[in-house]
């Protein structure tokens, strides 16, 4: 009995403890299914790559939409009223990292063969389009003091020191985004790439937007040198975000500086890339549809005020419209493809939303509907979405191909070279047009009908719905059922619309 007493004994705080524990349990499986269908990307983790860790490589997107807030609005803007500089000069600056675009494949080629030292491919050129961002936001707060006439010498001197100073954060936005999006694939087992990529890809929209939010209530009271303080801080963010990215992320590589077997040039590669028979096809549908989307992404806010009649504030609201749109055709690009969804035909039904959307935005003018406007802005968006999650994912199955094996980084360099070089091409010819056909218009060089100022406008957003039935045709041929054993996970799927 003695020996009975004390097993009893020995159990007792064991079986008093089990509820505990269970409870625990039962609790951290709670946590995880909410985590799953409540939390933004939560879906996107793997055992390779957790959640923490990828929510810390995605902070290199928040540097660049940072970057892209700086440089195409709030300097876009003071530039022109507040430093009184000319529109043309602006719009020159503005467009010089566009001249980097077409590089980003060769980028990412690079990349994907680099033989550093330090047994790293993605790393240094990462970094290193930190510093190139870096470098050119310390150039600039200078540049913009000579211009101001804050500082010392002529004003070109500022010119051509702003004009470099863009130069150079341009370049590093697109080294550092084409080299972080593929060292991400890199890191992400196959079957969730699609997922990461979609984070990273939402991030880079969350990124802008809290700096558009940020910087609008820091120059609230604008002075030259707070602007100059803004930037400076920019730039010291700039390598504060991306070196914590970085941090331990791709592993060292033995033997790193040993020279690839079988290594091709540039020319080999991209001939092999681009001769797939549905890979030109794509890039041509990416560019046509990139182009439709952004032709009328400055132009938007002026329609409403100078057509509609709108206040600042409510053409600002504009932009977080066009925003909810963008994230609302994530949400359903990720409920398409966790279903199945053919990511060729969920940017065709991209394409359909974007001709309605300026449909209603033609239409606001005549009916004098600055509701039909808002409408438009945020299926303008919504539409957006879901053409850039289709043709992304589209890229990257390329990139998946055995021919290709290991060239992430090319793959989706090609993609973003086409989609920012033909986006940054159709906003600088909107404005071109609008600008010359509401000239003869207002001159009834067009004839009395059309003597008003909406004629301009009119006719980019009518190039925008030809341009995306372009885009249907030539998508068209892609389009095609997925077998069940072929879906496709984009990894928001329980994404709060």
Not at 127 to 138: E, R, V
Not at 241 to 258: D, F, P, S, V
Not at 364 to 384: D, K, M, N, Q
Request: include cysteine; proline fraction near 5%; charge should be positive.
């Amino acid at each position: 009995m003695s020996d009975l007493s004390a097993l009893k004994a020995s159990l007792a705080p064991r079986a008093a403890a089990e509820p505990g524990r269970l409870a625990t349990v039962r609790s951290g499986a709670f946590w995880g299914r909410l985590g799953t269908r409540f939390l933004p990307f939560a879906d996107a983790a793997t055992t390779e790559l957790p959640l923490g860790r990828l929510l810390r490589l995605s902070l290199f997107q928040v540097s660049v939409g940072m970057a892209a807030v700086l440089l195409t609005g709030t300097l876009n803007r003071v530039m022109i009223v507040e430093l009184g500089m000319a529109s043309w000069a602006v719009a020159a600056m503005v467009s010089l990292p566009l001249l980097f675009a077409p590089l980003r494949a060769l980028i990412g080629f690079k990349s994907d063969r680099h033989q550093s030292i330090l047994g790293w491919k993605r790393v240094p050129y990462i970094w290193f389009g930190t510093l190139l961002q870096f470098g050119g936001f310390a150039l600039l707060p200078f540049a913009l003091l000579v211009m101001t006439g804050l500082g010392h010498g002529p004003t070109i001197v500022g010119q051509i020191g702003a004009g470099i100073a863009f130069l150079m954060v341009g370049a590093g936005m697109h080294t550092t985004q084409t080299a972080g999006l593929a060292l991400a694939t890199d890191l992400a087992p196959a079957e969730s790439r699609p997922r990461v990529v979609a984070l990273l890809y939402v991030m880079l929209l969350l990124g802008m937007m809290v700096s558009a939010i940020v910087i609008g209530r820091l120059l609230d009271h604008f002075t030259p040198t707070h602007l100059v303080q803004i930037v400076q801080g920019a730039a010291v963010l700039t390598v504060v975000l991306n070196i914590t990215a970085l941090w331990k992320q791709e592993a060292r590589r033995r033997g790193g500086t040993a020279p690839e077997e079988n290594s091709a040039p540039f020319r080999e590669i991209w001939a092999l890339f681009i001769a797939r028979p549905r890979t030109l096809r794509l890039l041509v549908a990416t560019g046509l549809g990139s182009a439709a989307f952004s032709m009328q992404d400055v132009l938007l806010e002026p329609y409403g005020g100078q057509i509609l009649g709108l206040s600042v504030g409510a053409t600002t609201s504009l932009t977080a419209l066009w925003a909810v749109g963008m994230l609302s055709g994530f949400a359903l690009a990720a409920r398409s493809l966790a279903d199945g969804g053919e990511p060729h035909r969920l940017a065709g039904f991209g394409g359909v939303a974007g001709i309605a959307a300026f449909l209603c935005v033609i239409f606001a003018a005549p009916l004098h509907a600055s509701a039909l406007l808002a409408i438009g802005a945020t299926i303008i968006g919504f539409g957006g979405g879901l053409f850039s999650v289709g043709t992304l994912t589209a890229a990257m199955a390329i990139s998946d191909s055995a021919e290709l094996d290991g060239r992430n980084g090319l793959a989706l360099g090609a993609w973003g070279a086409v989609q920012a070089t033909c986006a940054g091409a159709a906003i600088a010819i909107g404005a071109i047009v609008r600008d010359v056909t509401s000239a003869a218009a207002t001159a009834r060089d067009l004839g009395p009908t059309l003597a008003d100022p909406a004629t301009g406008y009119g006719v980019v957003y009518g190039v925008e719905i030809i341009l995306l039935l372009a885009t249907l045709v030539v998508l068209g041929p892609l389009v095609r059922p997925v077998a069940p054993s072929q879906t496709i996970r984009f990894g928001l799927a329980e994404f709060p619309a």
